[in-house]
């Protein structure tokens, strides 16, 4: 997306491919700082530290980082066992992401068939552009099923602006093109239509504020940031007509794990009548998980994310601590929005209701109840 | 209440009642600091620049600031004119506050009786102490009756910690003693039940985080904040037993306008059948309103209490940016909770159902609908 009007996204090869850079996302939105990655080492780090973060994102840049580590292989003739160790590192910096590890083994697997060193390294970068071609293919089709919305609610308002509300940031930087909350957004932006997004700043790590603000302030899109106690008001006031959020964890029943506060704002627009959509890529299903809120573990992270705030003061990144020093505080990332809150899922299929029925509708081939998507994958990263 | 082991008040009258005393609130948590208020002057300052905040401390404020007034007026006869342009300057402070009016006013109506010099200073700290003792003793009673509603959570769990939710700061900072949202809370804590309270930071100012963790850690009560976002992850997972708020306005048939975020705590409670109760002195109601959402108007503050946020950083209270400088924020401080969404009142004078009927049945001479409690206050401060 653009970015200063230039098309940019979070992670690209250059000089002959044989270097990796990315958008340092922890600066963002003070500061713009573009990070080289020359070796796997470069990538577990960046990895590690968060200069990367949501579930596509990591997964390719994983991927990019197993073709670094063939490209730079010590030795000439790259062996499997090799191969092996380094996936299992670049496995071991994230744990959780199931994306991660896909994309890894994705890429190992073609590289398993080649023969030649060369084609081992041509064989990996065109695997792991691939994926990120795949990702961003997604999210643009989530992005064309969800503009028919944000149409129609234009078509019945005539005249004004589209007010839609989000919860966090499922945008570009998270997805490598358009996002998944964020693809109808720019599709309908792009397409002429007047809209204005109320962004949620999503603490404790404030990504909406820090991230998606940035996102669609870098694209030309209005938009306010809120907090996120102020959904609430602006729908009982006619101000938000339509919400559309991301999933970390989707249930086959149509439950949804997405970032805390996100259950907050489904109940408000069930109580005021507004359209609650969530946009998802397949992948997030987990296709044998049935309740939500009993079988969905959530993730507590440290404390500290909730008593420091990461902000910008006389030229600086800096931590400031809110609550007293003595105050525990308490980090539950997520939280499940039940199904019966969700008016439907915009999916790279199309739109279905937030049913089991109807989400066998569109996915049919896993009405068996298989466990994983056809390419084995679940996101379960999206910070 | 007890800081330290100490008992204190947010002011107080020191110095053979030559001088008054506050906590400047805008320094806490992490800077615990006395002001000294000598003159008027002084008082209108403290107003001015929210070292004081809250309803009944503002008006307690106001009353000591006209016997500051008189104690220290220059010429040795005070004339109704001073008096009079002294009430009007204090009451500029901050205009909206009525229960700052109100305060300065019943003192001015004392002294306007009083004949010497002398006996217009006594009559003046005579009244703004019984303002500030009748704000304590209407908390007091709200702590009784809400020690009920805690004592019956108790009985029936039988064992095990009570825990609690609260949001914002209804607590004595704001109140003189006890609070109001709080006084349930330490009528608990003082006779020994094992409680537990989960405090809303509260963006944008956090006066939950900043303030109302500040009150209880000093009080020795344990409690555990968390982000706006997270109340209603706990309340799915059955580690609330009961929400307490306060309020700054109240209509006749129970709809409630308190700060921002609450509406979505007490959807979240009735969609888990978990208690929400406000809790609230009678001047709060505003007898002529009906419908809250159409009739109370919300304030919308300065976009930059969101942009920014305060926090402490190497020894120093800082504020820092959140989003892009070129992102806009809104800002509304409070919003509206229906009365189909609150279980009950607590009152200084009982508890009752958030109906136009129970709250007459508490409050019978209210019911030829005059607009005004009998001292003809209401509040609408609460920052």
Avoid at 154 to 176: F, S, Y
Wanted: proline residues 4%; hydrophobic residues 40%; aromatic residues 6%.
């Amino acid at each position: 997306m653009k970015v200063n009007g230039k098309n940019i996204r979070p992670i690209w090869l250059c000089h002959d491919s044989k270097l990796v850079k990315i958008i340092d996302q922890r600066r963002l939105p003070h500061e713009f700082t573009i990070k080289e990655l020359q070796t796997v080492n470069d990538v577990i780090m960046a990895i590690e530290k968060m200069c990367v973060r949501g579930a596509p994102l990591i997964g390719v840049t994983a991927a990019y980082g197993l073709y670094l580590a063939i490209l730079n292989a010590p030795v000439k003739t790259v062996g499997d066992d090799y191969l092996i160790k380094t996936c299992n590192k670049i496995k071991a910096t994230r744990p959780t992401a199931v994306n991660l590890a896909w994309a890894v083994d994705k890429v190992l697997a073609e590289v398993l068939k080649a023969k030649t060193s060369t084609e081992k390294i041509d064989v990996a970068r065109k695997a792991a552009g691939e994926i990120a071609e795949e990702e961003a293919e997604r999210c643009r089709k989530i992005g064309e099923h969800g503009l028919c919305l944000i149409e129609e609610i234009k078509r019945n308002q005539k005249e004004g602006t589209v007010n839609l509300l989000t919860h966090c940031n499922a945008g570009w930087l998270a997805c490598i093109e358009y996002g998944t909350a964020t693809a109808p957004i720019y599709a309908a932006f792009d397409k002429g239509i007047d809209i204005h997004v109320w962004v949620d700043e999503t603490r404790p790590l404030n990504q909406g504020a820090r991230l998606t603000a940035w996102e669609l302030g870098k694209h030309g899109i209005k938009h306010t940031v809120i907090t996120d106690n102020a959904g609430g008001h602006l729908m009982q006031h006619g101000m938000v007509d339509i919400v559309i959020v991301g999933t970390d964890r989707t249930t086959s029943t149509g439950d949804v794990a997405n970032k805390i506060g996100t259950y907050l704002k489904a109940l408000a627009a069930k109580d005021n009548n507004i359209p609650f959509y969530v946009a998802l890529p397949s992948s997030t299903f987990d296709w044998k998980l049935k309740n939500g809120i009993k079988e969905i573990p959530i993730e507590e992270r440290d404390s500290d994310e909730v008593r420091y705030i990461q902000g910008f003061d006389k030229g600086k990144t800096r931590n400031i601590l809110i609550p007293p020093e003595s105050s525990s505080a308490a980090n539950y990332a997520f939280d499940v929005t039940p199904a019966r809150l969700i008016t439907g899922f915009i999916t790279e299929r199309g739109i279905c209701k937030a049913t089991e029925d109807d989400i066998k509708r569109l996915f049919p081939e896993k009405d068996d109840g298989r466990q994983m998507t056809e390419d084995g994958r679940r996101m379960t990263e999206d910070r």
